[in-house]
Antibody, heavy 119, light 108 residues
């Protein structure tokens, strides 16, 4: 079945870096764009970044632009999120999500990985 | 950036009742680009509705979506115990995706 499994979360100090991974299975990963979406504790969902199926285009929320980088390795069926210059407000559960057949929504989500930015 | 405002913030209803959730956009949104998700505590969001009114695979027909332009609605015709959750609307436009702040449907 279609599955997304995030990893790489943890506790990091402000100003630090972390790289998240999302392992995909059960579908042709190289054919679909992928998203990162986050959810701060007790808050709503916030879209973070999107990468096209071939990595040719990447888009970011203003809140992370210049600090986060989305990438993918289609040979490994894996999505990444490199997070630099982390701030307390980046504390959240980070979900990877698969773009649906249409570009406008996300039809499969992972269970998430937790990032805590704290000194 | 298009802002989505959901109302009410919390809806207190009993099983078997009808739930009507609203999502209002700050600018017109193409109906093709409006989706709804359900999220239960400790779980990832689940796609319910896409294209404003199409149910995702496996979603019961008690869930329906409607609307156009700036006003969209998610209706749950008869609440089942498993429907008590938080619901988010989401739109896509200009290579950016935004979510509403969510409506919590709780047991009265």
């Amino acid at each position: 079945q279609v599955q997304l499994v995030e990893s790489g979360g943890g506790v990091v100090q402000p100003g630090g870096s972390l790289r998240l991974s999302c392992a995909a299975s059960g579908f042709t990963f190289s054919s679909y764009g992928m998203h990162w979406v986050r959810q701060a504790p007790g808050k709503g969902l916030e879209w973070v970044a999107f990468i096209r199926y071939d990595g040719s285009n990447k888009y970011y929320a203003d809140s992370v632009k210049g600090r986060f980088t989305i990438s993918r390795d289609n040979s490994k069926n894996t999505l990444y999120l490199q997070m630099n210059s982390l701030r307390a407000e980046d504390t959240a559960v980070y979900y990877c999500a698969k773009r649906a057949a249409a570009p406008s929504y996300m039809d499969v989500w992972g269970k998430g990985t937790t990032v805590t930015v704290s000194s | 950036e298009i802002v989505l405002t959901q109302s009410p913030g919390t809806l207190s209803l009993s099983p078997g009742e009808r739930a009507t959730l609203s999502c209002r956009a700050s600018q017109s949104v193409s109906s093709s680009y409006l989706a709804w998700y359900q999220q239960k505590p400790g779980q990832a969001p689940r796609l319910l509705i896409y294209g404003a009114s199409s149910r995702a695979t496996g979603i019961p027909d008690r869930f329906s979506g409607s609307g156009s332009g700036t006003d969209f609605t998610l209706t749950i015709s008869r609440l089942e115990p498993e429907d008590f959750a938080v619901y988010y609307c989401q739109q896509y436009g200009s290579s950016s995706w935004t979510f509403g702040q969510g409506t919590k449907v709780e047991i009265k």
